[in-house]
């Protein structure tokens, strides 16, 4: 097969592989993504296959991080189709008792639903929102930046002054389980913090899990939860079209089965019909961390201390994800007064803390914790008026142990699916008892179908490896690798497996994009030179004789 030559190659057309591409052709870089599935957008995807007349997403679909993200914003989607929709409201959990703590985008609004479940908790949320924005937008840069956040941590170090200084960590630091009971006297913003905690795999009574929950309320408050209108897929389309639109190439149903090395740096690409794909400046991988290290570079090719930390790299929980097209909206037992684009379902903040317990302890769970998505009552043109385009995703442990239900071994095949389908259609019901009798079609994806959706998406997994803050930060995805530049020279991870991890920001892709603009020639003579000395150097340790 013949060789094709660029500056770059970028591999895996996800969103942090297009923002990546995107940002490098900005810089007059030739570049060229190449993706494995036929369509581009990784995780970022729609289609019309539950049923013809309803769109669904097949993984992600709220983008509060996008709404946020400096990065996102830079580009200016919206110049190439990119059009967001907001649902009346952003977030409902329902209470048993019928009543519904909600999240909207107006601060009175979510004050006077909170004060409806706690006389006093409305003014306490003012004040929180009002925290919030002195400190809210350092955090988040200081989240999504490079490692160390040195600009970003200033700021955020000097607003934290005007907010309480110490306190205000303590709080930031506190479980996501105990937060919401801090000042409030009612259920309902204890219920909107470790419903959000629950996106990630932190255990909601795990010190640092109040900053993802409080991290994802806050935005839902200050920037709800948008959804591409049209689908998921318009905003992986937009970014494809504005990279095209630079002249940038994007090749789809091309596997890549390695990177190729030469001289002692990453080289290129070849495919898996053998074609190659050279790369005169870097290779960008939006690929998960353990396929990249062992699969796409062999292990024998990688330095032994990657390999050794690299055995202890942790994946995220699985999930399963179930769709429905139902021919009227959701028929709720108890209404929600707006209603939402998001549902939590749990009865308590303890169910939701059990039901995540029992996945890190390796347990399925009898009830999980369900996050759902009324994506026709956030965006009317997901389907035909007054019907609803629902899915709802649970997580499941990688590796199955035990089974707090029916006997669900965790070989995930189409009978375990479906059963465990059933068992989050029956949490719905609880809530929602005439559901069956507006379900048109339903679907089930189970981890096997996801990974096979998306190879990044290993067992499942969402977010490319643990949120645990032990592979956090200077920690993702193995100690010693915080930044996109990784031991093999040339290579960058742009994946949510790089600093600052899962969420649709773009934030490992710009920082990938960066590394690779800011490394120096003489930089891009040298590391080479020394990788292969110690290569050299460690060939003949590892062959000398013993005395």
Same mark, same amino acid.
């Given at each position: 097969?013949?060789?094709?030559?660029?500056?770059?190659?970028?591999?895996? #057309?996800?969103?942090?592989?297009?923002?990546?591409?995107?940002?490098?052709?900005?810089?007059?870089?030739?570049?060229?993504?190449?993706?494995?599935?036929?369509?581009?957008?990784?995780?970022?995807?729609?289609?019309?296959?539950?049923?013809?007349?309803?769109?669904?997403?097949?993984?992600?679909?709220?983008?509060?991080?996008?709404?946020?993200?400096?990065?996102?914003?830079?580009?200016?989607?919206?110049?190439?189709?990119?059009?967001?929709?907001?649902?009346?409201?952003?977030?409902?959990?329902?209470?048993?008792?019928?009543?519904?703590?909600?999240?909207?985008?107006?601060?009175?609004?979510?004050?006077?639903?909170?004060?409806?479940?706690?006389?006093?908790?409305?003014?306490?949320?003012?004040?929180?929102?009002?925290?919030?924005?002195?400190?809210?937008?350092?955090?988040?840069?200081?989240?999504?930046?490079?490692?160390?956040?040195?600009?970003?941590?200033?700021?955020?170090?000097?607003?934290?002054?005007?907010?309480?200084?110490?306190?205000?960590?303590?709080?930031?630091?506190?479980?996501?389980?105990?937060?919401?009971?801090?000042?409030?006297?009612?259920?309902?913003?204890?219920?909107?913090?470790?419903?959000?905690?629950?996106?990630?795999?932190?255990?909601?009574?795990?010190?640092?899990?109040?900053?993802?929950?409080?991290?994802?309320?806050?935005?839902?408050?200050?920037?709800?939860?948008?959804?591409?209108?049209?689908?998921?897929?318009?905003?992986?389309?937009?970014?494809?079209?504005?990279?095209?639109?630079?002249?940038?190439?994007?090749?789809?149903?091309?596997?890549?089965?390695?990177?190729?090395?030469?001289?002692?740096?990453?080289?290129?690409?070849? %495919?898996?019909?053998?074609?190659?794909?050279?790369?005169?400046?870097?290779?960008?991988?939006?690929?998960?961390?353990?396929?990249?290290?062992?699969?796409?570079?062999?292990?024998?090719?990688?330095? #032994?201390? %990657?390999?050794?930390?690299?055995?202890?790299?942790?994946?995220?929980?699985?999930?399963?994800?179930?769709?429905?097209?139902?021919?009227?909206?959701?028929?709720?037992?108890?209404?929600?007064?707006?209603?939402?684009?998001?549902?939590?379902?749990?009865?308590?903040?303890?169910?939701?803390?059990?039901?995540?317990?029992?996945?890190?302890?390796?347990?399925?769970?009898?009830?999980?914790? %369900?996050?759902?998505?009324?994506?026709?009552?956030?965006?009317?043109?997901?389907?035909?008026?007054?019907?609803?385009?629902?899915?709802?995703?649970?997580?499941?442990?990688?590796?199955?142990?035990?089974?707090?239900?029916?006997?669900?071994?965790?070989?995930?095949?189409?009978?375990?699916?479906?059963?465990?389908?059933?068992?989050?259609?029956?949490?719905?019901?609880?809530?929602?008892?005439?559901?069956?009798?507006?379900?048109?079609?339903?679907?089930?994806?189970?981890?096997?179908?996801?990974?096979?959706?998306?190879?990044?998406?290993?067992?499942?997994?969402?977010?490319?490896?643990?949120?645990?803050?032990?592979?956090?930060?200077?920690?993702?995805?193995?100690?010693?690798?915080?930044?996109?530049?990784?031991?093999?020279?040339? %290579?960058?991870?742009?994946?949510?497996?790089?600093?600052?991890?899962?969420?649709?920001?773009?934030?490992?892709?710009?920082?990938?994009?960066?590394?690779?603009?800011?490394?120096?020639?003489?930089?891009?003579?040298?590391?080479?030179?020394?990788?292969?000395?110690?290569?050299?150097?460690?060939?003949?340790?590892?062959?000398?004789?013993?005395?």
């Amino acid at each position: 097969m013949p060789t094709s030559a660029y500056d770059v190659v970028v591999v895996g #057309a996800g969103p942090n592989g297009l923002v990546a591409a995107n940002l490098l052709a900005d810089a007059g870089l030739e570049t060229v993504v190449v993706e494995a599935q036929p369509d581009v957008g990784g995780a970022v995807r729609s289609a019309r296959d539950v049923h013809p007349d309803y769109v669904h997403d097949t993984f992600s679909s709220f983008y509060p991080l996008a709404a946020v993200s400096g990065t996102m914003r830079s580009l200016d989607l919206e110049q190439h189709g990119l059009e967001w929709s907001h649902a009346p409201a952003v977030l409902g959990h329902p209470l048993p008792d019928g009543s519904w703590a909600m999240l909207h985008r107006d601060v009175e609004a979510t004050a006077r639903s909170l004060d409806a479940l706690g006389a006093g908790d409305g003014d306490v949320w003012r004040q929180w929102v009002d925290d919030w924005r002195h400190v809210g937008d350092a955090i988040v840069d200081s989240l999504t930046t490079p490692f160390p956040p040195v600009r970003a941590g200033a700021r955020t170090l000097w607003a934290l002054r005007e907010v309480g200084g110490l306190d205000y960590v303590r709080r930031l630091l506190a479980p996501a389980s105990a937060l919401g009971r801090d000042g409030f006297r009612g259920p309902g913003a204890a219920l909107l913090i470790a419903g959000n905690a629950g996106h990630a795999d932190i255990p909601t009574d795990a010190a640092g899990s109040g900053l993802m929950g409080l991290l994802m309320t806050m935005l839902g408050q200050t920037v709800g939860f948008p959804v591409p209108r049209g689908g998921a897929g318009e905003l992986a389309a937009a970014l494809a079209r504005r990279f095209t639109s630079l002249g940038g190439e994007i090749r789809t149903s091309a596997r890549v089965d390695r990177v190729l090395l030469g001289e002692g740096r990453a080289v290129g690409v070849r %495919l898996a019909d053998g074609g190659v794909l050279a790369a005169d400046r870097a290779v960008v991988a939006d690929v998960v961390a353990s396929s990249l290290y062992g699969e796409l570079i062999p292990p024998g090719e990688l330095p #032994a201390r %990657l390999r050794r930390r690299m055995s202890r790299f942790t994946l995220d929980p699985g999930t399963v994800k179930v769709d429905w097209a139902l021919d009227g909206r959701v028929p709720w037992s108890s209404p929600p007064p707006v209603a939402p684009g998001t549902v939590h379902l749990a009865d308590s903040v303890a169910a939701i803390t059990q039901a995540l317990a029992q996945v890190s302890s390796s347990t399925v769970p009898a009830k999980p914790f %369900l996050i759902v998505g009324q994506m026709s009552t956030a965006d009317g043109t997901r389907s035909p008026a007054g019907t609803e385009s629902l899915w709802a995703y649970a997580h499941v442990p990688q590796e199955v142990r035990h089974d707090a239900g029916d006997g669900i071994t965790g070989r995930w095949d189409r009978d375990e699916v479906e059963r465990f389908a059933d068992r989050m259609q029956r949490r719905l019901e609880a809530y929602a008892p005439d559901l069956a009798s507006r379900i048109v079609a339903r679907r089930a994806l189970g981890p096997r179908e996801l990974e096979a959706r998306d190879a990044n998406l290993v067992g499942g997994a969402i977010n490319g490896g643990t949120s645990a803050i032990h592979q956090q930060l200077v920690f993702r995805p193995v100690p010693g690798n915080g930044r996109a530049s990784t031991p093999v020279p040339g %290579l960058f991870l742009a994946s949510a497996s790089a600093h600052p991890g899962g969420g649709v920001h773009g934030a490992p892709g710009a920082n990938a994009a960066r590394a690779v603009l800011a490394e120096p020639a003489i930089v891009r003579r040298v590391r080479p030179l020394v990788a292969r000395m110690r290569t050299s150097n460690h060939h003949r340790l590892s062959t000398r004789s013993p005395r």
